[in-house]
């Protein structure tokens, strides 16, 4: 119990400070992330030599993106975010080996192709973020230059973004790719390992090319406060990632903790995993539990709270992962869409109910894997029960924290739930989850039964009328 609470209480102040002044909002926001070489093969011109093997580029490209903008217009995201395709050394299927900070990689396609997804993108209501890494590959000649050794962290590849001409350089670059292209925003890789007074200055940069551009900041295990007046627009929450997957990735797991993620005014971006962190699918096949279920309900939990949802391609079809390049497996369009058309449910759920993304955050119930919360908005109130167990899980929310006289409509299962004397009782079925909104109780509605009781006793005296008319006209 005190382990707990000393977790709730070190991760809401971690969360808990004011949100930077932005011209952006996200708040409507989800993100789909794609490591461009293992999405889809759009042209097998660019594929250059094939060697096979997961620490090699295995085909995908920018075309192929722009085939499956649809797939991914159709789960409900709204942010397509790439992997870095600044021209990258040998091998450097990832994007974060950099030879060049102006070239797209010639696996990947071209600046046309680039300017091309962006368009089609834009044509959806699609918004293009990029990766924006501070380092070059270990092989780069600016490495050994003289005139440009000094640029770096000692014995690193990392920019020391210290130096005024280093700052110029890489502003330079970030303005040069929105000019280009027209892409919309920048997730900024290891952002914990450049300077918040550099970051601030970059935003200043970027927003003055296109004010209502996008910087989210991954900053590791970083300290957010560290942000807050950097310009930044939101941050990836890695925390949340890491316990997540810890709670969910098991049943009969607790869920204690949780609710510390929510304390935070400060846009966050959260997500159950990425190219950095071992797949949540790996931790429920290590667990011997199955992965869809699992997935069910960490991705409830995503969609449910005042935070950008960031999935990570292949987390629709449960794609297995692991440390280093097994994280970054090929993607199959070929497999089971039961996740696909749960996201994409959550996605409609989420912009139904406003308060799932605005919300104020109040835990209503935790225990032994038992979770129900509460969000509200203005005068709209959702509840969201999640059953972690094994066991069919009954839970009654008084009359203390809901008004009584109204029902509970479920929106991912149907039905609903009227209040009783001690308040609103919420049963899942073991590894389960619901969400609901909160609504007046409706009592039966008179036209509607006068409706449904008159219909047919008129069809019935019509009938009778014609009988009667016709047995008169019967010849005698």
């Not at 925390?239 to 304390?263: C, H, I, M, R």
Request: aromatic share 12%; proline share 4%; net charge neutral.
């Amino acid at each position: 119990m005190k382990k707990g609470l000393i977790f709730i209480l070190c991760v809401s102040l971690l969360f808990c400070f004011s949100a930077t002044a932005s011209a952006v909002n996200l708040q409507d926001e989800s993100i789909y992330h794609v490591a461009v070489d293992r999405f889809y093969n759009g042209t097998t011109a660019n594929d250059g030599e094939r060697k096979g093997g997961l620490e090699h580029f295995l085909g995908g490209d920018l075309q192929g993106v722009i085939k499956k903008l649809d797939y991914i217009k159709g789960m409900g995201f709204t942010i397509v975010s790439l992997s870095p395709i600044f021209q990258n050394e040998a091998n450097g299927f990832h994007g974060k080996w950099v030879k060049d900070f102006k070239k797209v990689d010639e696996h990947f396609g071209t600046m046309q192709d680039l300017k091309q997804l962006t368009k089609e993108a834009h044509k959806r209501d699609l918004k293009v973020m990029i990766d924006f890494v501070f380092e070059t590959g270990p092989n780069h000649p600016w490495l050994s230059d003289p005139a440009k050794k000094e640029w770096f962290v000692e014995g690193s590849t990392t920019f020391d973004v210290s130096r005024p001409d280093v700052q110029a350089f890489i502003i330079d670059v970030a303005k040069w790719w929105i000019k280009q292209s027209d892409i919309d925003g920048y997730r900024l890789i290891d952002a914990n390992r450049t300077e918040p007074q550099f970051l601030k200055k970059m935003a200043e940069e970027v927003k003055s090319v296109k004010k209502d551009f996008i910087l989210v900041a991954d900053i590791g295990g970083g300290d957010p406060n560290t942000y807050q007046n950097s310009g930044i627009d939101a941050v990836m929450n890695t925390y949340f990632a890491k316990n997540v997957q810890k709670s969910f990735s098991n049943v009969d797991e607790p869920l204690s903790g949780l609710d510390g993620f929510t304390q935070s005014n400060l846009p966050v971006v959260s997500f159950l995993d990425d190219e950095d962190i071992v797949r949540f699918t790996r931790k429920a096949v290590e667990n011997e539990a199955f992965p869809v279920t699992r997935l069910k309900l960490a991705l409830t939990y995503l969609y449910t709270l005042p935070a950008v949802p960031f999935v990570y391609y292949g987390t629709e079809i449960a794609l297995d992962g692991g440390n280093g390049a097994v994280n970054y497996r090929m993607m199959d369009f070929r497999t089971s869409t039961e996740i696909v058309e749960y996201i994409t449910n959550l996605a409609d759920i989420r912009k139904i109910l406003p308060s799932l993304r605005t919300g104020q955050y109040h835990l209503l119930y935790e225990k032994d894997g038992m979770l129900v919360y509460q969000l509200k908005s203005g005068d709209e109130t959702s509840i969201i029960a999640i059953n972690n167990t094994s066991q069919t899980k009954s839970v009654t929310i008084g009359f203390r924290y809901l008004p009584d006289n109204h029902e509970l409509r479920g929106y991912l299962k149907g039905g609903s739930i009227k209040s009783s004397k001690d308040g609103y009782t919420i049963t899942l079925e073991r590894e389960t989850a619901e969400i609901f909104k909160l609504d007046e109780q409706k009592g039966a509605s008179i036209p509607f039964i006068s409706i449904l009781i008159g219909v047919p006793v008129l069809f019935i005296l019509f009938l009778y009328a014609a009988y009667k008319k016709g047995k008169g006209k019967q010849p005698s």
